[in-house]
């Protein structure tokens, strides 16, 4: 496993706690939110609710394009009707209160557990290479993180570069988690 390299300002937690306070408050002119980032989680109550914990539905798809990323139209299609029941099944294995820092969360996010099985199969890997179109490890990493927010972190180019990851990254939820 890479370690993880916290930059220094997040060591500072009255620095660390102000940063997010201004990203989940801070508003425009029109008083909605600056950050369109911040509200995906909320959006339609958030992917981890109940009634959609084990599927994904259209809120998911607008939730990430709060994150400036967003499926092609037919993998949105894919996703909404899951044809081979894929994300229904592997959604079902990872439990909604699933925590990260909960060490009996490390098999659901291990090679081979269901987290990692649905990131791969979303991402496109070598032995799922099937993913829903305009899907890639971004994507595929943020819908985790919408339907399991306490237990898959976003990970993207932003965040590669603030903690210095390296290219090809498999264990940066071990690293975090750790």
Same mark, same amino acid.
């Given at each position: ?14 620095? &660390?706690?102000?940063?997010?306070? +201004? ?8 008083? =909605?939110?600056?950050?369109?980032? @911040? ?6 109550? &958030? &992917?981890? %609710?109940?009634?959609?914990? =084990? !599927? ?19 993998? $949105? ?8 029941? /894929? ?7 990872? #439990? !909604?209160? *699933? ?7 490390? %098999? ?8 990692? +099985?649905?990131?791969? !199969? ?5 032995? /799922?290479?099937?993913? #829903? ?6 994507? $595929? ?22 903690? +210095? ?8 939820? @071990? @690293?975090?988690? *750790?």
């Amino acid at each position: 496993m890479i370690e993880l390299k916290i930059p220094e300002i997040y060591w500072d937690e009255e620095k &660390g706690v102000r940063l997010l306070v +201004e990203y989940f408050t801070r508003r425009r002119s029109r008083g =909605d939110l600056f950050y369109s980032g @911040a509200h995906f989680e909320r959006v339609g109550g &958030g &992917g981890d %609710a109940q009634h959609v914990a =084990d !599927r994904f539905d259209s809120n998911d798809l607008v939730a990430i394009t709060t994150l400036s990323v967003s499926l092609e139209p037919h993998g $949105a299609i894919n996703l909404l009707t899951d044809p081979d029941g /894929h994300w229904a099944r592997l959604l079902s294995l990872i #439990p !909604r209160d *699933a925590r990260l820092e909960n060490p009996g969360s490390d %098999a659901l996010i291990a090679e081979g557990g269901p987290a990692w +099985e649905l990131w791969e !199969r979303l991402a496109g890997s070598k032995q /799922h290479p099937s993913k #829903p179109d305009g899907s890639g490890p971004v994507v $595929a990493g943020k819908l985790l993180a919408r339907k399991r927010p306490h237990l898959i972190p976003i990970y993207d180019v932003r965040i590669k570069q603030l903690f +210095e990851r390296p290219k090809k990254d498999h264990s940066f939820w @071990a @690293a975090l988690a *750790a």
